[in-house]
């Protein structure tokens, strides 16, 4: 299976410090390719930039960007803690504090923010560029539906406004 960005570019388009390249994991990116990139581009199309990435240069310069936030996503957990064999423990800087679990929470779902608008931003570009890429159909965006809620994936097609909502069908009648 090819992966679309390298750990290099992750850190170039999604960090603004160096992180150790060793921490983004092929595998990581590979799920991410798979959770998020996969169903915007449908599975036949995504096979096919797969297979032959140097014919779709300027769509994988659009995939690359939120491919980057969302190992960012990912990622940012791996480089607050280290697991080995006595447990897990913070990473810390010397003579240093760890910040808060709200920060890490702040800068993962912003993370998440950018891939989403940066993904929307892809979506309108293949949109757009329909004669560029034959092979792509809108209608088979399974990404639509998709919402991330505390790191679980689920379907947002069926999201009800609780104010829409009629409790009264509940009710027994008297």
Do not use: W
């Amino acid at each position: 299976m090819g992966l679309l960005i390298s750990s290099n570019e992750v850190i170039e388009l999604a960090f603004d410090r160096n992180v150790d390249v060793a921490k983004i994991r092929d595998n990581i990116i590979l799920g991410a390719q798979l959770r998020h990139i996969k169903p915007v581009l449908g599975e036949d199309f995504y096979d096919l930039v797969i297979a032959t990435p140097s014919s779709y240069t300027a769509l994988v310069e659009k995939i690359n960007p939120p491919l980057a936030y969302f190992v960012k996503y990912y990622i940012l957990p791996v480089l607050k803690t280290e697991v080995g064999t006595v447990g897990m423990a913070q990473i810390r800087g010397q003579n240093r504090n760890a910040p808060p679990d709200s920060d890490y929470d702040l800068m993962q779902n912003n993370a998440l923010d950018s891939a989403n608008m940066l993904i929307e931003e892809l979506v309108k570009y293949l949109n757009d560029n329909e004669a560029l890429y034959p092979d792509y159909e809108s209608g088979l965006n399974e990404a639509k539906g998709i919402e991330i809620h505390g790191g679980i994936v689920m379907d947002g097609t069926h999201k009800k406004d609780c104010d829409d909502y009629d409790y009264t069908q509940d009710l027994p009648y008297y």
